[in-house]
């Protein structure tokens, strides 16, 4: 591994993926209730997460996880770190 | 974990308890079926397809969620009511819905029994997503039957799912189902009429502070009342995580296991603040598992949805067919329904012309043909516009179109502070507020809801289209605009975007005034593209056109008699010698007829017209409606409106489209055994009487429309926000708020208009 591999290694959030990247969820932060929604709808750690497209204004983006495709803003996006598959 | 095995241990025997009628009663009830499934799995279908038409529509108690249960025979001839629940993701509820879902579930659901079986839909081609609804809902504890919908399309996709596999994990009966063309529908009619026992809960981690919570909790749980029946261990771990502190479940258990629930509650917030996320995280490691050995994946992803998706979600093509798509409804919509408005409109005359001459002339076949053949009809003649509005809306949201354009819209919707979600309500809302108002109970964050709600009524109801119709037809020209459009649809059109730029304006200032705060969580599932049922397309259409035509046949009714009255009493003293001649005009005409005399009938019969629209002038000038209508006339007179057009607007109060029957009910007076002359060519035509000129121009049309859109003239909106919001106060907000901005804007219209010389 190079330096720079490991760099690319490093945690990042969600909102930041390009379109057609894969992740894993490593954490999810903010208040409880967001986080359980988040959490029953899938996003638990460990979970494979496909950033499919972003809308055409930019926001919100799409996601595949667990075979299902949801929309979620880039805001809420940010809460979830991920580490690149 | 402690899950009862032996419910008779701890439900009561009925030679014990006191009161054995409640007993009694139980046993001979009908079985209740609960259908319990995510969002988009085909739950309604198969609902509708199980019950047939044997359905009915009503709400739950207290709040606005829609209750709809029906009955449905099985194979061996028993009948189980059905009841068909909300579409929910998990049992831990964040919205009215979801509170109703859990209630009903656990039995605390004030006027619903605990239902003998559960039927949880699971559409086999996402199989993962719904899992954890399925793990919840066995927790319980309570007989299961697992409908394992979409079979056909997933093996179609390349998914195999494992039926016999799951239904032992389960330990409750899977069948495999198509809701599409009703294969294996019999099998699941069968398994439902079997007595199914408790399901067996699959095995997964729970990490170790919420499990002694939960146990803790349970051991404390009552071994009779109202959640005796249920998994123990589920009802803690419900009381714990679902955050009521006075909801129905807390209600329903003891003081002291409330109390200690609150404790442990805060006792995990201040040593795990992570405890919540331990229900979700175990039962997805179960469900992975559970994923892994019983579904295969033979084929990549439908390479379909992706290409659909590329386009109709595309940076540019995306919004330029969105809005296309909605222009062509509205344009259609107009075009396609007119034809069969001229059919019903003939069918209501004829009805008139038929019933009027064997009625006596005078009060009742006045009350008859004018007051309810034509209030009625006038309303009836619109339900073509309103079935094709709704075969629209249901196309697009069984298709899946609707989500991507929520998903188009999220950002734009965002800019005036709401989400893509308030999207779908507010697309209600074109048919009717009401039900667009309702739907807004799927936004969990409060101000937006409210948002939602009082920007609803901008949107043009169906309501409205018999009023834009009505006054379009009379006053716009059927004139080509640009070669491919047509002036009529392109006012319709303009209407439309008018209501929509006015509630984008007061969404944006309410949520900088009054409904300031922070950003809700938006998700929205994007479902794959399905071909909608024609079915089920057709059966959305004939609810909703069914729910207008019942509000026209009560509401709509009652008004147009009781306008009739107040149009047409109290009696003007003219009135009599004037019937009087009437009645002997077609006598002589009648006889002339018999004779053979041709022309002497007919020059009677227009005497008869003119005599009726006479003692039609004079009964409404001094009537209680024109007398109402003079009131309010110098409010109205910078609009363009006279006073008969007032008392259209103090009667549309009751609903939008009685203004059409009461402008019916106005200038038909007397008139409905000879309709030669339509509504429309009245409305055209009417003159002023004191100064011989028309009274109506174009121009005051398009005032009144823009008046209509924007004013809050629904008793019916007013109600249901009054229930939304749980308080007078807003919905005395929208009234005032609305009718300011509407006499504001007609004004501007009609005044700045013939400043142009346009009057």
Known sequence: MTPRGTACKKTRTLAELAPGARAVVRKVSGEPELLRRLMELGFVPGTQITLVRRAPMGDPIELRLRGTHFSIRTSEADRIDVDPD | MSIPTDLAAVAPSPAEGLDRRPETHRRLRRKLVAIAGGPNCGKSTLFNKLTGLRQKVA??????????????TLTRGSTVEVLDLPGTYSLRPGSPDEVVVRDVLLGVQADTPLPDLTLLVLDATCLERQLYLCMQLIEIGRPVVV???????????????????????????????????????????????????????????????????????????PTAGPLAGLSRFHVAMALLLDEGENDSLMRAVP????????????????????????????????????????????????????????????????????????????????????PLMNAIDFGVSALGRFIGPALPAGPIRSLVVDGAIAGVGAVVTFVPQIAFL??????????????????????LMRSVGLSGRAFIPLLSSFACAIPGIMATRTIDNRRDRLTTILIAPFMSCSARLPVYALLIGAFIPNRSVLGFLNLPGLVLFCLYVLGILAAVVVAWALKRTALRGARPLYVMELPPYRVPSLRSVLLTVRDRAGLFVQKAGTVILAVSIVLWFLASYPKNAEVKPLEKELRKVEQTASEAQARGQRAEAAAGRAQAVHL??????VSLRDSFAGRAGR???????????????????????????????????????????QTSVSLREKLRHAEDPRTGERSYSPLMAVSLMVFFVLACQCMSTVAVVRRETNS?????????????????????????????GLG
Not at chain 2, 59 to 66: A, R, W
Not at chain 2, 265 to 294: F, K, N, T
Not at chain 2, 327 to 332: K, L, P, T, Y
Not at chain 2, 730 to 750: D, E, H, K, Q, T
């Open chain 2, 59 to 72: 709400n739950y108690p207290g709040v606005t969620v829609e209750k709809k249960a029906g009955f449905c």
């Open chain 2, 255 to 338: 003081h002291a296991v409330r109390r200690e629930v609150l404790a442990l509650r805060s006792r995990l917030d201040a040593e795990v603040p992570e405890w919540r996320s331990h229900e979700p995280i175990g039962h997805y490691r179960a469900i992975e598992d559970l994923i892994r050995r019983a579904t295969l994946r033979v084929k990549p992803e439908d390479s379909m949805r992706q290409r659909i998706d590329r386009v109709l979600t595309h940076r540019v093509f995306g919004p330029v067919i969105f809005i296309a798509f909605m222009a062509v409804i509205f344009q259609s919509l107009f075009m396609w329904a007119t």
């Open chain 2, 728 to 756: 007078w106060g807003w919905p005395i907000f929208m009234v005032v708020m609305m009718n300011a901005l509407a006499w504001i804007a007609s004004f501007a219209v009609f005044q700045g208009g013939r400043m142009l």
């Open chain 2, 612 to 617: 009726e629209n006479e003692i039609a002038g």
């Open chain 2, 390 to 411: 709704f075969l629209f809306i249901s196309l697009m949201e069984d298709s899946g179109y609707l989500a991507r354009a929520a998903f188009i819209m999220d950002r």
């Open chain 2, 147 to 221: 409908a394992l919908n979409m079979m056909d399309t997933a093996e179609e996709e390349g998914i195999h799912v494992d039926a016999a596999l799951l239904e032992r994990a389960f330990g409750a009966p899977v069948v495999p189902i198509s809701g599409r063309t009703g294969s294996g529908l019999r099998e699941l009619r069968e398994a439902m009429e079997q007595e199914v026992g408790p399901p067996r809960p699959v095995t997964r981690a729970l990490a170790a502070p919420l499990r002694e919570a939960a146990e803790t909790v349970a051991g404390m749980l």
């Open chain 2, 631 to 673: 009131l309010i006339e110098p409010a109205i007179a910078p609009l363009g409106f006279d006073w008969k057009i007032g008392i259209a607007l103090l009667s549309s109060f009751a609903a939008r489209e009685v203004m059409v029957s009461t402008m019916a009910t106005v200038y038909n007076l007397g008139d409905a055994d």
